[in-house]
């Protein structure tokens, strides 16, 4: 059974984890991931027992736009509906938001897709990024 939760007392070595099993990059920037998290406008995670399983958060103005930069379910968990409910709690609390925006790549772009999220008109997607994962 799958447990969903806004706490942000999340156990460091869990979050790690969670990212290195997915092989994304802020995994080595430990400190500024967790903060990151923590600061964040918006976080729901799953949790399978005591294990942290999964996490979306969302950075937003509060009123007009949301930006949902990380969405992870960890590889031994996925296919099991758990990004979805993630994505759709964050969703829900921003539904009446006029800009609802996120990067995807990948297989992942499938997924959004499959959630109502559309290419945004003839926008390039850019950025300064010092990771290597993408």
């Not at 942000?8 to 969670?18: G, H, M, Y």
């Not at 990059?25 to 918006?42: C, E, G, I, N, W």
């Amino acid at each position: 059974m799958i447990r969903y939760s806004q706490t942000r007392d999340l156990p460091p070595d869990q979050v790690i984890a969670l990212y290195q099993a997915n092989e994304w990059s802020s995994a080595k920037v430990p400190d500024t991931l967790l903060l990151a998290l923590r600061d964040s406008h918006s976080l729901v995670t799953a949790w399978h027992g005591e294990t942290l399983v999964g996490l979306g958060n969302a950075i937003s103005d509060g009123h007009l736009v949301v930006y949902y930069p990380h969405l992870l379910v960890h590889p031994d968990f996925q296919g099991q509906g758990i990004g979805t409910e993630l994505l759709n709690r964050l969703k829900e609390k921003y539904a009446s938001f006029h800009m609802h925006m996120l990067t995807a790549d990948g297989q992942a772009i499938k997924f959004y897709e499959r959630h109502g999220f559309r290419r945004a008109g003839q926008t390039q997607p850019m950025w300064i990024y010092s990771g290597n994962d993408h």
